[in-house]
């Protein structure tokens, strides 16, 4: 049974489920398509949202920011004007030391085109990429 015909949605831990829809509704400005239980927390998870269908899972766990890894990124048509209104509304920009980043927080993406990293409150690492 191939897995490319299927949707796929990326999960994301959190370890306070409402600071996270603070981050992820009010900074992101995602929308929530569904809520429901995480494990024994009721109402601790969300749908959003993204690209025209559900593309990710936010969920209350003890296993939330254990991986320093990217675990998702949208790809943008204008990523300084995204960094712009994201950084406004108080989403702060990673800069790696062994990279070369602009006054905005963004570099150069290997192959080509340009790259920004943000955590959420967790430490979950997310990437914004454009091919320009």
């Known amino acids: 049974m191939p897995l490319n015909t299927y949707h796929l949605r990326a999960s994301i831990a959190v370890s306070d489920i409402q600071e996270a829809v603070a981050f992820y ?26 690209g025209g269908g559900p593309a990710l899972n936010v969920y209350q766990s003890v296993t939330a920011g254990k991986t320093p890894a990217t675990l998702a990124t949208w790809y ?25 980043h602009d006054a905005k927080g963004i570099t150069a993406r290997a192959g080509g085109g340009r790259i ?17």
């Open 25 to 50: 509704e009010g900074k992101l400005g995602l929308q929530v398509l569904q809520s429901g239980p995480s494990a024994s927390i009721a109402g601790g998870s969300r749908v959003y949202g993204s």
């Open 76 to 100: 943008v048509d204008d990523i300084d004007q995204i960094v712009d209104e994201l950084a406004s509304s108080g989403v702060e920009f990673i800069r790696y030391d062994e990279l070369e």
């Open 116 to 132: 920004a990293w943000f955590q959420d409150p967790d430490g979950n690492t997310f990437a914004l990429e454009a091919d320009v």
